[in-house]
T-cell receptor
Framework: DQQVKQNSPSLSVQEGRISILNCDYTNSMFDYFLWYKKYPAEGPTFLISISSIKDKNEDGRFTVFLNKSAKHLSLHIVPSQPGDSAVYFC???????????FGTGTSLTVIP | DGGITQSPKYLFRKEGQNVTLSCEQNLNHDAMYWYRQDPGQGLRLIYYSQIVNDFQKGDIAEGYSVSREKKESFPLTVTSAQKNPTAFYLCASNEGWNSPLHFGNGTRLTVT
């Protein structure tokens, strides 16, 4: 039973435009959310996180938005660059435990 | 440089053999994790450990075993009881609750 879902397996965006990656979750106990970037045959790299007390967190070109009522979060990358091409995973955890639940990933391609 | 080291990067075994994957961290993190990634799927938790000499099963622990005798080391043994052992295995660590996971670069295990 997938508690964290990324319904778009892939996304293509032109260089310089905005990339929006989406993630939905089902467990209302989740209170900490993260985005990771992954290249093939490498481990995921942490990008940005947000706790449930916030609805937005920004770090350079990356912004994560959290909509708790909709159980939805999104990652915005502006402007998109070819080096952003990778698989992006969202993840969530609950304060009551130390387990992280991951989505199935979205493969982003930024076209030069 | 602090980080997580997984070795080897590629591992080949015959069916019926046990195999141990190494994970070492020098980040001084208390918690360590093992995840498995299969094509088209997210990362699934095998085992995690929040402190030395203690560990808990994740969602897919069957056919795997771990030990945590030292803070910096969390080896994973894939036993012959694991029905589909061929996968990409990722080790991670974090400081504790609501802190991001840091990943190693993974071990690709192929069992024939």
């Amino acid at each position: 039973d997938q508690q964290v879902k990324q319904n778009s397996p892939s996304l293509s965006v032109q260089e310089g435009r905005i990339s929006i990656l989406n993630c939905d979750y089902t467990n209302s106990m989740f209170d900490y959310f993260l985005w990771y970037k992954k290249y093939p045959a490498e481990g995921p790299t942490f990008l940005i996180s947000i706790s449930s007390i916030k609805d937005k967190n920004e770090d350079g070109r990356f912004t994560v938005f959290l909509n708790k009522s909709a159980k939805h979060l999104s990652l915005h990358i502006v402007p998109s660059q070819p080096g952003d091409s990778a698989v992006y995973f969202c993840a969530a955890s609950a304060l009551t435990g130390n387990q992280f639940y991951f989505g199935t990933g979205t493969s982003l391609t930024v076209i030069p | 440089d602090g980080g997580i080291t997984q070795s080897p990067k590629y591992l080949f075994r015959k069916e019926g053999q046990n195999v141990t994957l190494s994970c070492e961290q020098n980040l001084n993190h208390d918690a360590m994790y093992w995840y498995r990634q299969d094509p088209g799927q997210g990362l699934r938790l095998i085992y995690y450990s929040q402190i030395v000499n203690d560990f808990q099963k994740g969602d897919i622990a069957e056919g795997y075993s771990v030990s945590r005798e030292k803070k910096e080391s969390f080896p994973l043994t894939v036993t012959s009881a694991q029905k589909n052992p061929t996968a990409f295995y990722l080790c991670a660590s974090n400081e504790g609750w609501n802190s991001p996971l840091h990943f190693g670069n993974g071990t690709r295990l192929t069992v024939t």
